[in-house]
């Protein structure tokens, strides 16, 4: 089992943690493999920020990811990007109120959420990208809710934790809530034109 | 000699490699760093800084490298463990001081990431371009000692062993990391204190008077004296004599030039460092280091997969290289074929050892990424024909 991901957004809205968290959780709390790198660049400041993830519970050879298995576009320039680099039939995950989709995403499977909404709701903007490692996880099951959680509570000052264990939970919640409606329910949701694949 | 603790951040870690290279520092007991920050190694620096002042010890941000290669050699004379850390532009500017402490004996580490050249090139881009230059780069004759890692795990566990072969040798030693290790992020195993063997330093068992401070001590290696501890320095970069004192005449040269490559190529089996496997019954063996190992990997894979029998030579320590191990290795297959991050460097050495006993196919790339597997594995193809 070897999954190449990929998480993006503008700077500030905490990819990098997103992925780190992730990568975290698996090499570390599920005793799997995980190889995180980042791109480095001038458009890093104030523009897209990414980080990818290649996931195996063999160890990962290879660093880059090339074709990925799951995007998580975060801003609409991130979606642009790096949507192309989605192979056929993989799966994209959005924040629902910053990417408009387009006909790059017709033959993916594509979930919403209102990140940055929710996190709003909680309280404090900057957590959306906990929102979004949980519904990740719900979403696609690559990463363990509880490994995931473990890896939360590495990575955030104690005074956030529960903020930041809250906003996962709504996230994945959210997440459980979207599947439960069917797996077409995202793409018809999110309005993707043109027939979406199942 | 065990790790000091108090240094030692034991346990599980994702962190990335220039972070790992730091923790290895402080676990091998490097107490000071000079450097003038450059992508891709400033993470490691910019960690020690954050870090020295938690166990004593102190970073100095230089005015540039010429200043940090030189002031790293002071501290050592000051009797503290050193090092440096830079990427190819900044290497560049640092060759005379490396060819100082090759002459001064000065055990001190050098850390190079590499990244895309010639010149700034490729600042946030991996390469494996500076190889070479970790051999030959300073002016005058002279051997170090390199060391390539291929994961952040590596650029822990094998800073700790430069700085003790560092030591053991009086070797300046480079690290040879690339932009891809070092801002790769994976799982690092930092082990408890009582575990991590450091090589003492080869400190004065005779005292002031009758010290000699470039006497060839055990394995032609001198023993070392420190600034303030009585004994008299005198260090320079002329040739010298026993005392250390400036000795311009050929006899002084032929002993002190002599001596330095002795005792490396006296250590010649215990520097090949290497990952070996299946080269039994291969008929093509794949020679890489650094990152392009993992990558040589899956095209060994691949090629197995397609019935081939191909071996794996991962070098851990490039220089010196591992001659004796190519040429009967050379002796028994078709091919070697060696991929790298630069347009063919290593690869000649290759095949200075292999001495036409087989084919060497060099896959050369010019770095900013890494290499396809698919074009290591149709070097490994035409090889096994």
Not at chain 1, 151 to 159: L, Y
Not at chain 2, 110 to 122: H, I
Not at chain 2, 159 to 169: D, H, I, P
Not at chain 2, 279 to 297: H, M, P, W
């Amino acid at each position: 089992m070897l999954k190449e991901l990929r998480i993006a957004g503008f700077g500030g809205q905490g990819v990098i943690l997103a992925a780190h968290i992730l990568g975290r959780a698996v090499s570390i709390h599920e005793g799997g493999y995980a190889t995180m790198t980042q791109n480095y660049g001038p458009e890093a400041r104030g523009g897209a920020a990414s980080a990818a993830l290649v996931v195996s519970d063999q160890p990962v050879l290879y660093p880059y990811a090339v074709s990925l298995d799951v995007l998580v576009a975060m801003s609409s320039e991130a979606y642009t990007r790096f949507v192309p680099e989605v192979r056929e039939g993989g799966m994209l995950l959005v924040e629902e109120d910053l990417v408009p989709l387009d006909q790059k995403a017709q033959h993916l499977r594509v979930y919403g959420i209102p990140a940055t909404r929710l996190a709003e709701e909680l309280g404090k903007k900057m957590v959306l990208n906990v929102i979004m490692v949980g519904f990740f996880c719900a979403i696609t099951g690559i990463v363990v809710r509880d490994a995931a959680m473990k890896s939360v509570k590495d990575a955030v000052p104690a005074r956030f934790l529960d903020l930041n264990l809250k906003a996962f939970e709504r996230g994945y919640e959210y997440g459980v809530e979207l599947l439960a409606k069917g797996p077409a329910k995202g793409e018809q949701q999110m309005a993707v034109p043109q027939e979406a694949e199942v | 000699m065990k790790a000091d603790q108090r240094c030692v951040m034991t346990g599980t870690h994702f962190i990335n490699g220039d972070a790992a290279c730091c923790e290895g520092a402080l676990s091998a007991g490097a107490r000071f760093a000079a450097g003038y920050p450059i992508t891709p190694s400033t993470e490691i620096v910019e960690r020690f800084a954050a870090r020295a002042p938690q166990v004593g010890g102190l970073f100095i941000q230089m005015e540039d490298e010429l200043a940090s290669s030189i002031a790293i050699q002071g501290m050592v004379w000051g009797g503290q463990k050193s090092f440096t850390v830079t990427s190819g532009p900044g290497y560049s500017l640092m060759m005379e001081h490396i060819g100082l402490a090759a002459i001064s004996e000065t055990p001190c580490v050098f850390v190079d990431v590499q990244r895309g050249g010639p010149s700034t090139g490729l600042p946030t881009l991996p390469a494996q371009g500076d190889m070479m230059q970790a051999r030959f780069g300073s002016h005058g004759d002279y051997v170090t000692i390199a060391i390539c890692p291929n994961s952040p795990q590596e650029c822990y566990d094998l800073t700790v062993k430069c700085f003790n072969l560092a030591e053991k040798f009086r070797v300046p030693v480079m690290f040879m990391m690339d932009e891809c290790v070092g801002h790769m992020t994976e799982k690092v195993v930092i082990p408890p204190a009582e575990e991590i063997d450091l090589y003492p330093r080869r400190h004065a068992s005779k005292p002031p008077g009758e010290f000699q401070l470039f006497e060839a001590g055990e394995e032609l290696v001198p023993e070392m004296a420190h600034a303030g501890e009585g004994y008299k320095l005198y260090v320079t970069g002329l040739t010298h004599d026993k005392r250390g004192y400036p000795a311009l005449n050929p006899a002084a040269q032929r002993e002190l030039v002599g001596r330095l490559f002795e005792k490396i190529r006296r250590a010649q089996d215990e520097l090949t460092m290497v990952e070996a496997e299946g080269l039994e019954d291969a008929d093509v063996v794949v020679v890489s280091y650094g990152i392009t190992s993992r990558v040589a990997q899956k095209a060994i894979q691949a090629a197995r997969d397609k019935g081939l029998k191909v071996g794996k030579l991962r070098l851990i320590c490039v220089w010196p290289f591992p001659e004796k191990l190519i040429r009967e290795l050379a002796g028994k297959v078709k091919a070697l074929v060696m991929p790298e991050l630069n347009m063919g460097q290593v690869v000649l050495e290759l095949e200075r050892c292999a001495g036409g006993q087989c084919k060497v196919i060099g896959v050369p790339h010019p770095g900013g990424t890494v290499h396809k597997p698919v074009e290591i594995l149709e070097a490994i193809e035409r090889g096994a024909r």
